[in-house]
């Protein structure tokens, strides 16, 4: 009786140790999606209310969430470190080139943090709120679910150079491009289906402006892109003036989460140098782009895939970095 008792507290201890022990810090440097299920039941509730809310009065913003995600995680790792204000010793990654006049979402993360913090205290962290609001942002416009891996901490400082470095560039080689996806860890097939992001969203002008009338220095528009739809841009994105003018990414379905991205590219429809290159510049990857633009099945299982892996580029865990009290400032203590 008394070793079968015994048996039983050993054995409920085995069982239960890693839920008691791991409640609020995350010493195994691992993320869980359980992360916050005792210290902020609430917490997930709470960022896809404010999302769904806000995606409902203007679907941009779910564009606008998903993309911040992925220049956070490629600074420095998924840490917040793009919603750092500039002050004291931090330049803020907001003044980077693919940032300025361009990222957007601070205040709906602003609110969400606020409401986070009204019901528990000091426990979520920024990082996970992005990671969150990438994937309901996903969800609320049609694109897959997944289960997000949670436990990231907040960075104490932020790196402008790092996201001109590391972030690619609209106008960026498929190799330049691969390459700066596998220093994070990523590969060609994440790349092409995290690029299947551009099925929502804007662009500005001056991010392909290049291609409609300068390409390759010879005063010619890109032979890769669709001269009737070449013609469409230039009358809202002129050579001079109008850098400030939006695009849809998907001309086709701009808030739908779907797979006309990929079948715009195989049209020479892409928006972006980035986007068409998938298909012109490498025989794997305009593979990847026909099965995607082919099978929606197929590209949601693998994107939900690469943003999970996305998601997981070197977090801060454990007693590394911290919970910041308001997105845009590290504590002072
Ligand atoms: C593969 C390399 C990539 C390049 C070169 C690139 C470049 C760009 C550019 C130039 C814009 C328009 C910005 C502007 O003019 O204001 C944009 C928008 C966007 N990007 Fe990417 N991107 C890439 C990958 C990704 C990835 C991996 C994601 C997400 C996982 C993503 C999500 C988005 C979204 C959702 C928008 C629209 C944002 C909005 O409407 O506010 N992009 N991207
Ligand atoms: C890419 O765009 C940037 C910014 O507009 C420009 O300075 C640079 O010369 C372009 N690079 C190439 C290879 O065209
Ligand atoms: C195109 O770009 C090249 C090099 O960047 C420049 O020398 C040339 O003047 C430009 N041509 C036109 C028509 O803008």
Redesign the pocket.
């Known amino acids: 009786m008394a070793r079968s008792l015994s048996f039983l507290v050993a054995l409920s201890l085995l069982v239960c140790a890693p839920l008691c022990f791991c409640r609020n810090t995350n010493g195994g440097g691992y993320l869980y999606p359980q992360f916050y299920d005792h210290s902020c039941p609430k917490a997930l509730e709470i960022v896809n209310s404010i999302v769904a809310k806000a995606v409902a009065k203007e679907a941009?913003?779910?564009?606008?969430?998903?993309?911040l995600?992925?220049?956070d995680c490629?600074v420095q790792g998924c840490d917040a470190s793009i919603l750092l204000d500039s002050s004291g010793k931090i330049t803020s990654e907001k003044r980077s080139n693919?940032n300025i006049?361009?990222?957007?979402?601070f205040e709906l993360i602003d609110e969400i943090k606020s409401a986070i913090e009204k019901e528990c205290p000091n426990t979520v962290s920024c990082a996970d709120i992005m990671a969150l609001a990438?994937r309901d942002?996903t969800v609320l416009t049609g694109g897959p679910s997944w289960v997000v891996p949670l436990g990231r901490r907040d960075s104490r400082g932020a790196s402008l150079s790092g996201s001109n470095n590391n972030?690619?560039?609209?106008?960026?080689t498929f190799q330049t491009?691969l390459t700066?996806?596998k220093r994070q860890g990523l590969d060609i097939v994440?790349?092409v289906a995290?690029?299947?992001?551009?099925?929502?969203?804007?662009?500005?002008?001056?991010?392909?402006r290049q291609r409609l009338y300068n390409q390759s220095g010879n005063g010619q528009p890109d032979v890769t892109l669709h001269p009737s739809y070449a013609a469409q841009l230039r009358s809202r994105c002129p050579r001079s003036g109008g850098d400030?003018n939006?695009f849809f990414?998907d001309f086709v379905s701009p808030t739908k989460f779907d797979s006309s991205y990929f079948k715009n590219l195989l049209a020479s429809k892409g928006?972006?140098?980035?986007?068409q290159i998938?298909v012109t510049s490498s025989a794997q990857s305009k593979q990847l782009v026909q099965q995607y633009a082919e099978n929606v099945e197929l590209f949601f299982q693998q994107f939900a895939k690469?943003?999970i892996k996305?998601g997981n580029i070197s977090p801060l865990t454990g007693s590394r970095g911290d919970i910041r009290k308001h997105c845009r400032k590290i504590n002072q203590n």
Do not use: Y
Request: glycine letters at 6%; charged letters at 10%; a positive charge.
């Open positions: 941009r913003i779910a564009a606008s969430l998903l993309r995600h992925f220049h490629f693919p006049n361009s990222a957007r979402g990438a942002s972030i690619p560039a609209p106008n960026n491009i700066k996806f994440d790349l995290l690029s299947g992001s551009h099925t929502i969203g804007n662009s500005r002008c001056t991010s392909f400030q939006l990414l928006l972006l140098s980035s986007d998938l690469s943003m996305m």
